[in-house]
């Protein structure tokens, strides 16, 4: 039975909460992969697709029930961001990062978190971790003022967060800002190679007021309500990011297996599937890709099994969970290199899915939290070294 979480207790959820969000997803996939060429060509998920996501409960599936959220647990959340990337990667990657908004704004005063949820649990949250922004404490709060890169799905976001470096001389010296989306200004700067369809631009702020409760230092205790509060944020996003990278995959073995029914190479007497060569490298990578989904539903089941009974993972969990997250990504990489390769030349083309698909896979795999470096931290704590872990 999946669980929610309500007013910070571990419940068994009905399962019509999960299924929705599910069904909803589903019914919404085969239009979602139909526009994909016109999401990537605008750089961002179109606001009338925004709206159809906030409707099916995409946005509000992490947040408490007494919001009127779905307080889904993690293992169902991950599969509606699963779901969602099969369809198109930037629409996956999107909706997991916005709607990871009650965790992040999770550390938020009470009052304040409480605040961001009276007009509903359709929150949508966009911003950035790296801390190059500078604030300034004043009376009240502080003067923020930076430019910030990756903030993706910004366009449609209702807050941003900015991490920034406190000017006052503390240790450590952070601190994060919750910011009202109007009140940024957004640089169109979104021109890439790969997940083109996130709108993952940069923002700035000049001066820019924002008062203390509106702020909180991400490595502080506390956080939302509940189990999902005992999961680490890194390990969470980690999770995320390789659920995504996991859905890319299994849609780019799918979309091959299916064309080497009808394509038939040059000089070859039959169809791509009847060459023995294909053969062996589909068999291989659906393996592979097997062995990746069943190491990272273990990993989530298991984490999200603490997290239910009141524990927070151990050093050794994190480091597992990092290093799960780091390997799954990789193995989801390199089976879409294997169907892209299988593709041939009519991979190369803009309406083939395929060559999407690589770009997609291969943007994800650069992100800082699921870099080959992880393995060399979560070696470390594995082999009872005395190391930095405030990444882990």
Not at 62 to 80: C, E, S, T
Not at 237 to 250: D, N, R
Not at 324 to 339: E, F, G, K, M, P
Request: proline letters at 6%.
């Amino acid at each position: 039975m999946t669980s929610t979480i309500d007013d910070g207790r571990a419940t068994a959820s009905p399962p019509d909460e999960s299924a929705a969000i599910l069904r909803s997803v589903r019914a919404l996939a085969p239009a979602i992969a139909e526009r994909s060429d016109e999401i990537e060509r605008a750089r961002r998920l179109p606001p009338d697709l925004v709206a159809r996501l906030r409707d099916a409960g995409c946005f509000r599936s992490l947040v408490p029930r007494r919001f009127g959220g779905a307080g889904l647990g993690l293992p169902d959340h991950l599969a509606m961001v699963r779901e969602l990337s099969r369809a198109d990667g930037s629409v996956g990657w999107t909706v997991m990062i916005g709607s990871a908004a009650p965790v992040i704004l999770g550390k938020l005063p009470t009052g304040t978190f409480d605040d961001v949820y009276a007009d509903g649990p359709d929150v949508v949250v966009a911003g950035t971790f790296n801390p190059t922004g500078v604030a300034t404490p004043v009376d009240g709060g502080f003067r923020v003022s930076g430019r910030w890169a990756f903030a993706s799905g910004c366009q449609h976001a209702d807050w941003v967060v900015a991490h920034c470096v406190v000017d006052d001389g503390r240790v450590p010296p952070l601190r994060m800002a919750v910011v009202p989306a109007a009140e940024v200004e957004i640089l169109d700067t979104w021109t890439v190679a790969g997940m083109c369809g996130t709108g993952s631009h940069d923002f700035t702020m000049d001066e820019r007021f924002v008062p203390t409760a509106r702020t909180f230092a991400v490595f502080d205790e506390g956080g939302i309500e509940g189990p999902l509060g005992l999961v680490p944020e890194l390990s969470l996003s980690s999770l995320g990011f390789a659920t995504v990278a996991l859905g890319i995959a299994e849609a780019a073995l799918a979309e091959v297996a299916t064309l080497a029914t009808a394509k038939v190479p040059m000089f070859a007497s039959g169809p791509l599937a009847a060459n023995p060569l294909f053969r062996n490298q589909l068999g291989a990578a659906d393996a592979q890709l097997r062995a990746a989904a069943a190491l990272l539903d273990t990993t989530v089941a298991a984490t999200w099994a603490g997290a239910l009974v009141g524990e927070r993972p151990t050093l050794v969990e994190r480091a597992r969970v990092r290093a799960t997250a780091t390997w799954v990504t990789a193995a989801a990489a390199a089976v879409v290199d294997t169907a892209y390769t299988a593709g041939g030349g009519s991979a190369l083309y803009s309406a083939s899915p395929l060559q999407r698909r690589l770009r997609d896979v291969r943007a994800v795999t650069q992100h800082f939290a699921v870099k080959p470096d992880t393995y060399t931290l979560a070696g470390a704590v594995l082999a009872g070294q005395d190391v930095d872990t405030t990444f882990l």
